[in-house]
C-alpha cells in the first residue's frame, strides 16, 4: 500500500514509478508473450474475467508492490479499460506526438490510471517514454499538445528491467524513437476504478507535513499565474481523495468555494 506522502506525490507528479519489482523469471517470460501478443478484452472487463490465472498479465498486477499501488489508487476489483502491447524496433519510425489518453476529463473526485511494464532495460538511446510531470489535471483533449517538441521539466524514462511506471490517465506523453540496438517492449493496461477512490492508502502518515510539502511542488514549465490553478486542481483532487474539504494550499480553494447561506441580521 502506498502512503499519504506518496499518494500527495502522486497527485503532484501524476505518476508513481516502481524501479525493477518485477522478478527475472517473469521479465524473461514477457518478451516472448509480448511477442506474440496478448488477446483484446471487452471494455468494463473485471481483472479475473481478462486475464487468466498463471497468465503475464495476472502475475504482474499480483506482485505485491504492483497491487499495493493500484488498490491505493483505484480500489479492489478495477475494470480494464483497454491493454496493448508496444513495441518499437530499432530505428523505427519517428517519436509519437505528446498526448494525454483521454478526451477533455472533468472529473475532479475520479481518474483512471494507466499501468506501463518494461521488461527488458531501456536505455536512453531506446527511447523510452516521455512524460511532462505535473500536467495531468491540465484540462486538454487527446494530442492538443502533439505540437510540443520540448517542454521544461520533460522526464524521459530509463529504467532497468522489471520496472512499472503507473500514469494518471491525464498525464501528457509519448513514447519516443528507438535509436538502441534492441526492440523495446512495453505493455499497458487502463483501469477503471469500481469504488469511491477514497482513503484507500496506509493512511498512518495522513498529518504528516510531507503531504503538504508534495502537494506544493512546483515544475519547470509552470506559468505564473496558471501554475496556479494546477496547485489549486490538486486541493481539489486531495480533498475528493480524503474526504477532508478544510484541506488548502494558501487559501486558494478556500476562498473560492465559499458560499455562507446564513442570512445577514
Same mark, same amino acid.
Request: hydrophobic share 40%.
Given at each position: 500500500?502506498?502512503?499519504?506522502?506518496?499518494?500527495?506525490? +502522486?497527485?503532484?507528479?501524476? +505518476?508513481?514509478?516502481?524501479?525493477?519489482?518485477? &522478478?527475472?523469471? %517473469?521479465?524473461? #517470460?514477457?518478451?516472448?508473450?509480448?511477442?506474440?501478443?496478448? &488477446?483484446?478484452? &471487452?471494455?468494463?472487463? !473485471?481483472?479475473?474475467?481478462?486475464?487468466?490465472? *498463471?497468465? %503475464?498479465?495476472?502475475?504482474?498486477?499480483?506482485?505485491?508492490? /504492483?497491487?499495493?499501488? %493500484?488498490?491505493?489508487?483505484?480500489?479492489?476489483? !478495477?475494470?480494464?479499460?483497454?491493454?496493448? /502491447?508496444?513495441?518499437?524496433? !530499432?530505428?523505427?519510425?519517428?517519436?509519437? =506526438?505528446?498526448?494525454?489518453?483521454?478526451?477533455?476529463?472533468?472529473? =475532479?473526485?475520479? +481518474?483512471?490510471?494507466?499501468?506501463?511494464?518494461?521488461?527488458?532495460?531501456?536505455?536512453?538511446?531506446?527511447?523510452?517514454?516521455?512524460?511532462?510531470?505535473?500536467?495531468?489535471?491540465? #484540462?486538454?483533449?487527446?494530442?492538443?499538445?502533439?505540437?510540443?517538441?520540448?517542454?521544461?521539466?520533460?522526464?524521459? %524514462?530509463?529504467? &532497468?528491467?522489471?520496472?512499472?511506471?503507473?500514469?494518471?490517465? *491525464?498525464?501528457?506523453?509519448?513514447? #519516443?524513437?528507438?535509436?538502441?540496438?534492441? $526492440? $523495446?517492449?512495453?505493455?499497458?493496461?487502463?483501469?477503471? !476504478?469500481? /469504488? $469511491?477512490?477514497?482513503?484507500?492508502?496506509?493512511?498512518?502518515?495522513?498529518?504528516? =507535513?510531507?503531504?503538504?510539502?508534495?502537494?506544493?511542488?512546483? +515544475?519547470?514549465?509552470?506559468?505564473?499565474?496558471?501554475?496556479?490553478?494546477?496547485?489549486?486542481?490538486?486541493?481539489?483532487?486531495?480533498?475528493?481523495?480524503?474526504?477532508?474539504?478544510?484541506?488548502?494550499?494558501?487559501?486558494?480553494?478556500?476562498?473560492?468555494?465559499? #458560499? =455562507?447561506?446564513?442570512?445577514?441580521?
Amino acid at each position: 500500500m502506498l502512503t499519504s506522502a506518496q499518494m500527495a506525490r +502522486f497527485v503532484a507528479h501524476g +505518476f508513481l514509478r516502481l524501479d525493477a519489482v518485477v &522478478p527475472d523469471d %517473469l521479465n524473461e #517470460r514477457a518478451v516472448d508473450v509480448l511477442t506474440a501478443g496478448i &488477446p483484446a478484452v &471487452p471494455y468494463g472487463t !473485471p481483472v479475473a474475467e481478462a486475464f487468466p490465472e *498463471g497468465s %503475464l498479465p495476472r502475475r504482474l498486477v499480483a506482485v505485491p508492490e /504492483v497491487a499495493g499501488a %493500484l488498490h491505493s489508487l483505484v480500489g479492489p476489483e !478495477p475494470r480494464i479499460d483497454h491493454h496493448a /502491447v508496444h513495441v518499437r524496433e !530499432p530505428g523505427q519510425g519517428s517519436a509519437q =506526438p505528446l498526448h494525454g489518453d483521454a478526451i477533455i476529463d472533468v472529473r =475532479p473526485d475520479a +481518474f483512471d490510471v494507466q499501468l506501463m511494464y518494461y521488461p527488458r532495460e531501456v536505455t536512453l538511446a531506446a527511447g523510452g517514454t516521455l512524460i511532462v510531470p505535473g500536467s495531468h489535471l491540465r #484540462r486538454t483533449n487527446e494530442s492538443d499538445t502533439g505540437r510540443y517538441q520540448n517542454i521544461r521539466g520533460q522526464h524521459r %524514462l530509463t529504467c &532497468p528491467a522489471g520496472t512499472v511506471v503507473i500514469l494518471h490517465h *491525464g498525464l501528457w506523453h509519448g513514447g #519516443r524513437r528507438n535509436d538502441g540496438g534492441e $526492440r $523495446r517492449y512495453m505493455f499497458k493496461i487502463r483501469f477503471n !476504478p469500481t /469504488v $469511491r477512490q477514497r482513503l484507500l492508502w496506509d493512511t498512518r502518515d495522513l498529518a504528516d =507535513p510531507a503531504v503538504a510539502e508534495e502537494l506544493r511542488t512546483q +515544475f519547470p514549465w509552470y506559468e505564473q499565474a496558471t501554475g496556479r490553478l494546477e496547485l489549486h486542481n490538486r486541493v481539489r483532487l486531495w480533498r475528493a481523495l480524503t474526504g477532508d474539504d478544510t484541506f488548502d494550499l494558501d487559501h486558494w480553494v478556500t476562498r473560492v468555494t465559499n #458560499r =455562507p447561506t446564513r442570512a445577514a441580521a
